[in-house]
């Protein structure tokens, strides 16, 4: 079975510094997908950036960026110059291919961003 | 803004009463996927539709059933309600064999 752990249950971070949300995963899968999501406080999933695990660049998507380290089965999500609309809840995924299958999403960790 | 729409945004029913909860995909996506978010929980996985038929299920009982149309929209069926079904639920749709998927705004349940 998947596992996605989120040991982080709130951050904060001054606006326009950077701040990393952690995420680790257990998986048997030769082949899965790992996704970070942004869910304001209207519900809605805002979906930031994905990572193959065949991929061998770190994904990177304007100001996030993902830092896949295989070995250790970690995907954290890096967040540069934060911005005030940057506080959400953020939530770690991961799916069983390739493709966006039975994802199993972590219990999220919430960023609040200080003026 | 995605194209995802679901319908109703909020809900109240009465424990044992049965919802029909429904999800309009983007536009050329044929994939459908429901997830429960209980409160302060990250989403869990309910089902997959694909081209009108079930494709992969998550830990729910069988009292949760779905339905996929042409159209490809979806409607997430829950029969006798219990008050541990009160949470979010959210419907994402993706074509099948790529990774992006888009959410809705999704549906508040609450059973009292």
């Known amino acids: 079975a998947q596992k996605i752990t989120q040991t982080q249950p709130g951050m904060f971070v001054q606006e326009k510094e950077a701040v990393t949300l952690d995420c680790t995963y257990d998986?048997?899968?030769?082949?899965?997908?790992l996704f970070w999501y942004k869910q304001p406080s209207s519900g809605e999933m805002i979906f930031l950036i994905y990572q193959g695990s065949y991929d061998e660049q770190n994904a990177t998507e304007g100001r996030y960026s993902l830092n896949f380290q295989k070995a250790r089965k970690s995907a954290n999500l890096v967040i540069s110059a934060s911005q005030l609309g940057d506080s959400a809840m953020y939530f770690c995924?991961?799916?069983?291919?390739?493709?966006?299958?039975?994802?199993?999403f972590g219990i999220g960790t919430k960023l609040q961003v200080i003026p | 803004e995605t194209g995802v729409t679901q319908s109703p945004t909020h809900l109240i029913k009465t424990r044992g009463q049965q919802v029909t909860l429904r999800c309009s995909s983007q536009?050329?996506?044929?994939?459908v996927s429901w997830y429960q978010q209980a409160l302060g929980q990250g989403p869990q996985f309910i089902f997959q539709?694909?081209?009108?038929?079930?494709?992969g299920r998550g830990n729910f009982p069988p009292r949760f059933s779905g339905l996929q149309f042409p159209n490809y929209s979806s409607e997430l069926n829950v029969n006798a309600l219990e008050l541990d079904d009160s949470a979010l639920y959210l419907c994402?749709?993706?074509?099948?064999?790529?990774?992006?998927?888009?959410f809705g705004q999704g549906t508040r349940l609450t059973v009292v």
């Open positions: 998986t048997s899968d030769q082949s899965y997908g």
């Open positions: 539709y694909y081209r009108e038929e079930e494709n």
């Open positions: 994402a749709s993706s074509l099948q064999g790529y990774t992006e998927a888009f």
């Open positions: 995924a991961m799916s069983h291919s390739g493709g966006y299958q039975k994802v199993t």
């Open positions: 536009s050329g996506h044929n994939t």
